[in-house]
């Protein structure tokens, strides 16, 4: 069983709509769960943190966590085509080692 | 805005020579990391750094990749004898503390490109 997975995608989402991107994880004593934005080319960029079950809310950006189905997601609110990119999960397991998806490929249809 | 620096940007060794890739870290931040991404696949983890010693490290992380912070600022990958198959887009990445513990946010520097031929 993989670390962390994620479907590669691509996921195509028309401009202004809501692009839902989807994570597991297989450690069920992760402790905290990232959202990182890889452009092509490019190092990762760090859009959202989530410690604890819930919703977590930044601008057009919502991570949603849910430890018991080991379940992480991120909405993002009226795409942009700035928002075409990869989408990786990341978990941090309880020995600081930060485990990456393969990524979510997104194309925001203009 | 503070950022973690590589070098160098890019690399071009043959096999079988040692090759060093240097990081300066955000200058608060106490954990350090290095990733390696082959084009077109994962961001793989290779090793988790704390507090003047590996915390963590991945089964690629065999006996020819070392890591070392030199002094206060740098955090340097060292690859022992290079392979093919080590070319890659290697990224030092740092994380801060938060009440003891590490925030795992990490900041990734612009990586640096590695090519063995």
């Known amino acids: 069983q993989k670390e962390v997975e994620q479907n590669s995608g691509p996921l195509s989402v028309p401009e202004g709509a809501i692009a839902s991107l989807n994570c597991t994880y297989s450690d069920r004593g992760s402790q905290s769960f990232f959202w990182y934005r890889q452009y092509s080319g490019k190092s990762p960029e760090l859009i959202m943190s989530?410690?604890?079950?819930g919703d977590k809310e930044d601008g057009r950006f919502t991570a949603q966590l849910n430890k018991a189905s080991q379940y992480v997601s991120l909405l993002i609110r009226d795409s942009q085509p700035s928002d075409s990119a990869t989408y990786l999960c990341?978990?941090?397991?309880?020995?600081?080692?930060?485990?990456f998806g393969k990524g979510t490929r997104l194309h925001i249809l203009p | 805005e503070p950022e973690v620096t590589q070098t160098p940007s890019h690399q071009v060794t043959q096999m079988g020579q040692e090759v060093i890739l240097r990081c300066v870290p955000i200058s608060n931040h106490l954990y350090f990391y290095w990733y390696r991404q082959i084009l077109g696949q994962k961001v793989e983890f290779l090793v988790s750094?704390?507090?003047?010693?590996?915390?963590?490290k991945s089964e690629i992380f065999d006996d020819q990749f070392s890591v070392e912070r030199p002094d206060g600022s740098n955090f340097t990958l060292k690859i022992r004898s290079t392979k093919l198959e080590d070319s890659a887009m290697y990224f030092c990445?740092?994380?801060?503390?938060?009440?003891?513990?590490?925030?795992?946010?990490?900041?990734f520097g612009e990586g640096s490109r590695l090519t063995v031929l």
């Open positions: 989530i410690y604890s079950n």
């Open positions: 990445a740092s994380s801060g503390g938060l009440g003891g513990s590490n925030t795992g946010e990490l900041f």
């Open positions: 750094f704390y507090n003047n010693e590996i915390s963590e």
């Open positions: 990341a978990v941090n397991r309880r020995d600081d080692k930060i485990i």
